[in-house]
């Protein structure tokens, strides 16, 4: 049985603890408002289940010393690499992505995991050895690239473009050679051209749409043509649930998933945006101040790895619903339906906390 250090629970961040407890309450609210059985047998029953679960996973993360988890990082590592792997062998397709693993009645989404599993093994890789921290870029280049090469082929380009930026935050804060940097950040630059010809037609078309976001109106655009709807009209202070005609009539496409911000902004308005935006901001702030804090570089890395990964999430969810972003089909933390999605988001608070609870020690 898990027992927690009462030293180490005096040191929880209650604040953000709260501000993602209301954050996920307020997701599951909306969501609610979206299903037609409500709390009875409905979507939103299925993700009260989730964050269950995701808290359970949560308190085990704590409970762990995060130096515990980037030690065995390497075989953490090799699981989710397997798990992407067996996608292409037996996952489960869905809308021509094949992304999940069925496990009897559950559907798990392995490149959810992916993304904290690649934030152990590159905090791993500049913190096995301090004295070669500089040197280990190399070994974080190849641990990053079969992560990535496999979740764009399943293909899920949203969930492989935020470990870009949460691979920059890390090689940065681990010091590498700013030559390095420039090097790895030109190159990639100058592959943008080349990735064109590598995209599905589908993708190519969700760029052409942001581009142009009229010239489909009724295909390729009617997504964020209908979100911007439904955002405009909650106007100042929302429609409430029941006038909420845009999400509940189903006008609005993907509307409990990757569009779930438009549902919200309809239903509660611009001040309720606001609202949601300013605990999305203290949260982060949070995170980063954690990764400030922390004592040793293992804690500094991963926080700020977990960190920069939330906020590009939020980022790109936000500018993708609002049409400041092409749509890239990135779920909001701690916010859409996805039993994946939610449990890892939770996952990640645990590691936050976890490095948080330990500094002081």
């Known amino acids: 049985m898990l ?3 009462r030293r180490l ?41 989730w964050i269950v679960g995701g808290l359970c996973l949560l308190t085990i993360v704590l409970s762990i010393d995060y130096r515990s988890l980037v030690r065995i990082a390497p075989g953490l590592y090799v699981v989710g690499f397997a798990l992407l792997a067996w996608v292409f062998v037996l996952g ?18 392995p490149s959810e995991l992916a993304k904290l599993v690649t934030i152990l093994a590159l905090t791993w890789a500049f913190t096995w050895r301090r004295e070669r921290s500089r040197g280990n870029l ?23 473009l935020v470990l870009l ?17 420039a090097f790895l950040a030109l190159t990639a630059v100058g592959a943008l051209p080349l990735a064109w010809f590598l995209l ?14 009229f010239r489909d109106p009724l295909g390729s655009a009617y997504n964020v043509i209908q979100a911007k709807i439904a955002i405009g009209s909650g106007q100042l202070v929302g429609k409430g649930i029941e006038g909420a005609t845009q999400s509940r009539l189903a006008f609005l496409p993907e509307r409990h998933t990757d569009f779930i911000f438009a549902v919200f902004a309809e239903e509660w ?10 605990g999305y901001l203290f ?47 990135i779920p909001l933390p701690f916010f859409s339906y996805g039993g994946s999605s939610m449990v890892i988001s939770l996952m990640a608070l645990g590691l936050l906390l976890s490095v948080r609870m330990r500094q002081f020690l």
């Open 9 to 49: 629970l005096q040191n929880v961040d209650w604040p953000l603890v709260g501000t993602a407890l209301a954050i996920t309450a307020v997701g599951l609210l909306t969501i609610g408002s979206l299903s037609p059985f409500r709390w009875g047998s409905g979507i939103a029953f299925r993700q009260l289940i």
């Open 3 to 5: 027992r927690i250090d």
């Open 200 to 213: 599905k037609d589908y993708q190519r078309e969700r760029l052409l749409v942001y581009l142009d976001p």
């Open 165 to 181: 930026p949460m691979t920059a935050a890390i090689l940065l804060a681990a010091g590498i050679a700013a030559r390095q940097f």
């Open 283 to 329: 949260l982060l702030l949070r995170g980063y101040e954690i990764a400030d804090q922390a004592r040793d570089p293992i804690g500094r890395l991963l926080a700020l790895g977990v960190t920069v990964l939330l906020a590009s999430q939020v980022l790109v969810n936000l500018g993708m619903v609002t049409g400041l972003l092409p749509i890239v089909g």
């Open 92 to 109: 489960r397709t869905v809308s021509g992505a094949r992304r999940w693993i069925a496990l009897g009645p559950i559907s798990f989404q």
């Open 269 to 278: 308005g611009f001040l309720g945006c606001l609202l949601l935006i300013a």
């Open 138 to 160: 190399l070994v974080a280049l190849t641990l990053l690239a079969p992560m990535f090469v496999l979740i764009v082929r399943q293909p899920d380009l949203g969930t492989a």
